[in-house]
T-cell receptor, first 115, second 117 residues
Framework: AQSVAQPEDQVNVAEGNPLTVKCTYSVSGNPYLFWYVQYPNRGLQFLLKYITGDNLVKGSYGFEAEFNKSQTSFHLKKPSALVSDSALYFCAVRDTGSTLGRLYFGRGTQLTVWP | GAVVSQHPSRVICKSGTSVKIECRSLDFQATTMFWYRQFPKQSLMLMATSNEGSKATYEQGVEKDKFLINHASLTLSTLTVTSAHPEDSSFYIC?????????????FGNGTRLTVT
């Protein structure tokens, strides 16, 4: 079975500081991993994905994520946080064994960046 | 980029009435769409997988007679909440996968805030 864990409900950082939002995964085969961001009362916006290739994936709005197979992690990072980055972030893994496209989501991490 | 349109964005209805939510893929075809429900400050809960031209697949614990799903074309899926009650109040989000591209991300609608009074 596929699953994703986001160990932190809340991450707080000061503007300009680097940020990390953690994610670990469990899959039976090769992982297809995604990060999404959600602003209040909105749907999810795609940030980046890892399918294969380089372990460091660059995405939208200056975000990047590092795939670590040995640690089964896919942490989201940004070198310098902005107040506008404050939102709810979801890590997700794709189920490669059944319905194409189905995602399993972590519980989400609320990121707050203060000025 | 790929866009999924969800309508309405917000709806208030009286208990016992039915509400229909539409999900459209605007610039791609989607054989499969997904309907999620999200409670405040919680993750997304998959309700059902909508398959074009066939019956939806519901997750365990989701009442198929209460949450009717129709996927009549490759660009439109609808979710109808029948005989709505206050406990159905929630944020409903649809998503779609571009059938023509392998390993593409899911694209999400902006969600529908349903309030049942």
């Amino acid at each position: 079975a596929q699953s994703v864990a986001q160990p932190e409900d809340q991450v707080n950082v000061a503007e300009g500081n680097p940020l990390t939002v953690k994610c670990t995964y469990s899959v039976s085969g090769n992982p297809y991993l995604f990060w999404y961001v959600q602003y209040p009362n909105r749907g999810l916006q795609f940030l980046l994905k890892y399918i294969t290739g380089d372990n460091l994936v660059k995405g939208s709005y200056g975000f990047e994520a590092e795939f670590n197979k040995s640690q089964t992690s896919f942490h989201l990072k940004k070198p310098s946080a902005l107040v506008s980055d404050s939102a709810l972030y979801f890590c997700a893994v794709r189920d490669t064994g059944s319905t194409l496209g189905r995602l399993y989501f972590g519980r989400g991490t609320q990121l707050t960046v203060w000025p | 980029g790929a866009v999924v349109s969800q309508h309405p964005s917000r709806v208030i209805c009286k208990s016992g009435t039915s509400v229909k939510i539409e999900c459209r893929s605007l610039d791609f075809q989607a054989t499969t769409m997904f309907w999620y429900r999200q409670f405040p400050k919680q993750s997304l809960m998959l309700m059902a997988t909508s398959n074009e031209g066939s019956k939806a697949t519901y997750e365990q614990g989701v009442e198929k007679d209460k949450f009717l799903i129709n996927h009549a074309s490759l660009t439109l899926s609808t979710l109808t909440v029948t005989s709505a009650h206050p406990e159905d109040s929630s944020f409903y989000i649809c998503s779609a996968h571009n059938t023509g591209t392998a390993n593409s991300p899911l694209h999400f609608g902006n969600g529908t805030r349903l309030t049942v009074t």
